[in-house]
């Protein structure tokens, strides 16, 4: 059987491929089980996560024919929602890379990301009410926060289903490209990510993601932490060098 996630591994970035093609990258246990696998990697070396679909589709939500008999307990051990908070809580950036479908639980994984690019065959939505459940592995509150209430909730309570120009309107996502510029496009945003310093990086999503009440400690803590590190004194260094020679 094909392995449900394959993984492309440089030195600052690794691609996840989700690699169930025959089944529209539906999320089933295996590729749950694969993703904690690929956090525990990115968690132990902090590295840009770029996620992307196999054969033409990011990922048509969870498995149906799994998700029916489920039952409460299942639901109560949050397979989907904890390996997402997972992705979100990763130390450097992710980015979902999506062509075709991102439905359902593959919407809510692309949520979970920092970044979303398209390519003009996006469809990206939540029709978990009409199959009789919710979205419960993040949008009821992520998507709020990506694009505003009125419309998160035209999406989550009427079906709505985005495409790529109507997600690009909303930033939802913040780039379509065709097809074949899917991957590259990614690239080049994960070039621009590590031209910074890296714990700056990890740092500042750490931040931007604390609780309102955290702030401003933590900012002020994580400043302290980056005004000790060689990093910066090279870096300011080096800019202040370049200003002179200009």
């Known amino acids: ?13 690794v691609v996840v491929r989700l690699n169930r093609p025959q089944a529209r990258n539906a999320i089933d246990q ?5 993703l904690h696998s690929v956090c525990a990697g990115l968690e132990a070396d902090p590295r840009i996560a770029l996620i992307i679909g196999e054969g033409g589709t990011f990922a048509a939500g969870a ?3 799994a998700l029916r008999d489920r039952r409460r307990a299942e639901a109560l051990r949050g397979i989907n929602s904890a390996v997402f908070d997972r992705i979100r809580r990763l130390p450097m950036p992710t980015v ?21 690019i398209g390519t003009p065959m996006v469809k990206i939505g939540n029709p978990e009410t009409g199959l009789g459940i919710l979205a419960a592995a993040g949008a009821t509150w992520r998507l709020a926060e990506l694009v505003g209430e009125p419309l998160a909730k035209e999406i989550l309570l009427a079906g709505r289903v985005l495409g790529a120009d109507e997600a690009l309107a909303v930033r939802l996502v913040t780039e379509v490209v065709e097809a074949d510029d899917l991957l590259p496009a990614g690239h080049r945003l994960a070039d621009r990510i590590a031209r910074n310093a890296p714990l700056a990086v990890q740092l500042t ?4 993601h604390a609780p309102r009440e955290a702030h401003p400690l933590i900012d002020d803590i994580a400043q302290a932490v980056l005004f000790e590190t060689q990093d910066k004194h090279d870096r300011m260094t080096a800019f202040l060098e370049r200003r002179k020679t200009s």
């Not at 295996?30 to 694969?34: G, I, K, L, Q, S």
């Not at 979902?96 to 979303?116: H, P, S, T």
């Open 1 to 13: 059987m094909p392995e449900p996630v394959l993984l492309e591994q440089s030195g600052d970035r």
């Open 30 to 34: 295996e590729m749950v089980d694969a």
């Open 205 to 208: 999503k750490r931040v931007f």
């Open 96 to 116: 979902a890379l999506i062509d075709g479908y991102a439905l359902g639980g593959g919407a809510e994984l692309a949520y979970a990301c920092d970044f979303r």
């Open 63 to 65: 498995d149906i024919a």
